[in-house]
């Protein structure tokens, strides 16, 4: 890697961790913290988890292709100010009808697709898996911490002050965009086309459809599963909200160990194609043992570690696949889609989570994601592996 190289890659995931950071570290006593606002209704609560990526998936397309044209910072920038206005919007909220409109204020911050592309943009095609992995692992160790350090912070805090938490790495990922981050490189075609022309060219490759239907299955997953894993560790083994971090930090801190490996694994034996469906495999035998031993405090555990450690792992393996799949000059709406997908997910799986949950309980969730695992494998079953070429840099 080139300096350059090295301080686009660090700086960036920083900059990712330190915006995920804020937001992971409410999933776990958020459920339970919001059930207590006035007017909430378990269909609420899921709606508040929702609407952040459901503003998220109709605003990273657009984002995401203007920042192929007046540059990622600006976008970056702009979306990170109003990330912290939401932030603090939520914090002072005390009614549900309020976090609503913070989470909705945190779902318009939806840079996620401008900071992918630039990544990408500034790494050679040679260097951008191991960008992408290490950008996947930064963010899975920022999922980690999160995990960790919400229920301790949480004790102190409450969730209102955690809110206020995400508010200010809002500000420090701002200081460090302009500050850190290498300067922009601006990529232009040799003719402009439409964006119409444009996202109907990213949206009939079939490649790129898996993986956008891949990343909407995994957060709806994920974020289904938050709205009753916390729950349920509560209600079926005994475990308070600031006791849960016991349970969280030694799975977290294992999956990480083994996503690590995993990634590097795929790379050296040119295995991803097979990881990658082993992962998806993995996420549903875990849903079900979920669902079959609640009540059992190691297991519970164990189901834990595999979920963080196949969430973790596939996180890392799918936007690395879509910034190779685009056109450079079309990157940015490429990962715009993927990441409306990604947050469209977030807000199905929040939405159906509490639902499933309030009018029937917490194991229907587990069974309802592990049948989105199922489907995630009919899909992925085709995919191609890629295709491993040698590249050279000519200047």
């Known amino acids: 890697m080139t300096p350059i190289e090295r301080r686009a890659i660090f700086s960036l995931s920083t900059l990712m961790a330190l915006r995920m950071l804020g937001m992971f570290m409410i999933f776990p006593l958020y459920s339970l913290y919001a059930s207590h606002l006035i007017g909430s209704t378990p269909f609420l609560v899921g709606l508040s988890v929702g609407v952040y990526g459901l503003i998220q998936a109709l605003l990273q397309i657009p984002l995401g292709a203007l920042s192929d044209?007046?540059?990622?910072?600006?976008i970056i920038g702009a979306g990170l100010i109003v990330f912290v206005i939401g932030s603090f919007v939520s914090a002072c909220s005390t009614t549900m009808e309020g976090m609503i409109m913070g989470r909705a204020l945190q779902g318009m911050a939806a840079v996620g697709s401008a900071?992918?592309?630039?990544?990408?943009?500034?790494?050679?095609?040679?260097?951008?898996t191991k960008a992408m992995a290490i950008s996947g692992i930064t963010i899975g160790l920022s999922f980690s911490l999160a995990m960790l350090l919400g229920p301790v912070i949480g004790i102190w805090l409450s969730v209102a002050g955690l809110f206020g938490v995400s508010a200010i790495f809002g500000l420090i990922a701002i200081v460090l965009l302009f500050i850190w981050v290498p300067p922009t490189p601006m990529i232009q075609?040799?003719?402009r086309i439409s964006l119409r022309t444009?996202?109907?060219?990213?949206?009939?490759?079939?490649?790129?459809?898996?993986?956008?239907?891949?990343?909407?299955?995994?957060?709806?997953?994920?974020?289904?599963?938050?709205?009753?894993?916390p729950i349920t560790l509560h209600e079926r083994i005994g475990?308070?909200?600031?006791?849960?971090?016991?349970?969280?930090?030694?799975?977290?801190?294992?999956?990480?160990?083994?996503?690590?490996?995993?990634?590097?694994?795929?790379e050296r034996k040119k295995w991803l194609?097979?990881?990658?469906?082993?992962?998806?495999?993995?996420?549903?035998i875990t849903e079900l043992s979920l669902w079959f031993f609640a009540d059992n405090l190691l297991l519970s555990g164990c189901n834990l570690l595999l979920f963080f450690f196949a969430f973790s792992t596939l996180e890392a393996f799918l936007p690395s696949l879509v910034s190779k799949l685009a056109p450079p000059h079309q990157r940015g709406m490429a990962l715009g889609i993927y990441s409306c997908f990604q947050f469209l997910g977030v807000a199905a799986g929040g939405m159906m989570g509490g639902w499933l949950h309030g009018v029937f309980s917490s194991i229907e969730v587990y069974l309802f994601c592990a049948l989105l695992t199922i489907l995630w494998l009919t899909i992925a079953f085709k995919m191609k592996n890629p295709q491993y070429l040698p590249n050279a840099s000519i200047h």
């Open 69 to 74: 044209r007046i540059g990622r910072k600006k």
């Open 115 to 128: 900071i992918t592309a630039l990544m990408a943009d500034l790494t050679s095609l040679e260097e951008r």
């Open 189 to 191: 075609p040799k003719a």
């Open 273 to 284: 194609k097979p990881i990658f469906l082993m992962s998806v495999g993995l996420l549903g």
């Open 198 to 229: 444009e996202w109907l060219s990213l949206w009939r490759n079939t490649e790129l459809k898996r993986l956008n239907a891949g990343i909407f299955l995994l957060h709806a997953i994920f974020a289904a599963s938050f709205i009753v894993i």
């Open 239 to 266: 475990m308070h909200g600031d006791q849960q971090w016991k349970l969280y930090f030694p799975a977290l801190l294992s999956a990480f160990v083994l996503t690590i490996l995993c990634v590097m694994l795929s």
